[in-house]
């Protein structure tokens, strides 16, 4: 089934339901969203030479016209490439030849950004979304809205190109089946989903926030693109009070600067029905706190783009219970299987481990990635006997809560022993002077690598290397303890509110091994 089925059934049942909005300005009304993505499709197929299966890119900031174009897309039959607006044009350029997009719609910056590299790359048609081009492309002539373009379950719909911290991006296949699964799995162990409900993108749509669309297209609720175009504190606090029932997907650094704006204005997020949390690791301390200002508007989901917001939930009721010693084990778990899947543990042979025991988590169900777009070595070392291997630590409990403990990658071996950052970072983040804080390894002549902690301290506040070290004395097993403090006035970030890890080893990289 093609997915921009659920566009067309939502203009039938709810023709003048508010469909796109940019801050609280409504811009089209299901009838006019759907009549849009037919025009696009018609345009695509009939003037620009469409076929199905073909490749468009979608390279802008968030706008209500992403979701015009993407609809439009798959009413075409052909498969979203949608790339990061923050990317050099040179990667860009990389994504569309890699991806052979035939088309991409761009804007401003993005079209800029092509434009000085168009000498030396070559570069797909381009279509500029505030052009008449667009305008009369999006506009359906007459006649009736016709059908999206018949699509199997495993046809491409989403090629997703993964952030590439180790050499280039690889390209997710992303199938109309997967998105189906993920979005019923939403309903089944996220969140409702309602008419009255309003979808914000304060992140941007090319990743995960943009997969919201789905389920809020089908129950054909609001899609409201900030007028900032992204993330900022005020405005979705804002937008709580002038629009209601909001829901939006926010990474643990995005949740924290919304508590503390929230804080400041002596407000408890009303008018927000849902945050939903992941991404990167949620830190109780930061956790507890949200609800404590907040209340119970958190659900959490663990997800990777191979399986998309699709691997476990945490569940709105486990927020609940803050005092208990499993309510806090629970809350600082990523939830339980999400209904689609399976989730196992399993250690290095891909064997697996019982209850309790640490190893890479691995996930199987109908939401998993298609494999890596023509790259099958990549491919078959993703996916082996139907399980995709995540890359991530964890283990379960008894009752199936997951718990994170690193990407394998950021383990740290000091002396042989595995450190988990994750476990220095939670310990030094419930030190009050501590705002955020990332630990890192640094190559180390004796100990093979070395804790360095990377730390920001609250507004105001101070403390001594001396008086962490004690902290995480209190806390932690010694040799777990950072051996060195760097001190930062921010962390480095991606757009999607992600700690870039990468950065800060390079950086230590770039200053030779420790002596
Ligand atoms: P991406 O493919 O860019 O969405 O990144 C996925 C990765 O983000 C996962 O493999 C995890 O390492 C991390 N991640 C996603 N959700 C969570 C979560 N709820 N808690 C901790 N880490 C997460």
Known sequence: MNVARWLLASAHLHPEAPALLCGTTVEADYATFARRAAAIARALTTTYGVAPGDRIGVFMTNRTRYLECLYGIWWAGAAAVPVNAKLHGREAAWIFANAETRLAFAADHTLEALAEVAESESLPQLVDVDSAEFEAMRTLVNGPLGEPCPREADDLAWLFYTSGTTGRPKGVMLSH??????SLAYLADVDTARPEDAIVYAAPMSHGAGLYNFIHVRVAARHVV???????????????????????FAAPTIVRRLTDAAKKRGETGTGIKTIIYGGAPMYLADL???????GQRFVQIYGQGESPMTITALARAFHADTATPTGRARLASVGTAQSVVEVRIADASGAPVPAGETGEILVKGSPVMLGYWRNPKATADAIRDGWLFTGDLGRLDGDGFLTLTDRSKDVIISGGTNIYPREVEEALLTHPAVSEVCVVGEPDPEWGENVVAYVVTAPGADVSDTELDAHCLAHIARFKRP???????????????KILKTVLRAEIAARGTAS
């Open 288 to 294: 507890e706190e949200a609800i404590a200002v907040m």
């Open 226 to 248: 900030p007028a900032s175009g992204g993330f900022d504190a005020d405005e979705v606090l804002d937008l709580g009070h002038a629009l209601g029932n909001l829901t939006f």
């Open 177 to 182: 089946g997967n998105m189906v699964a993920m």
């Open 483 to 497: 051996k060195r403090y760097e001190r930062r006035e921010e962390l480095p970030k991606s757009n999607y509110g």
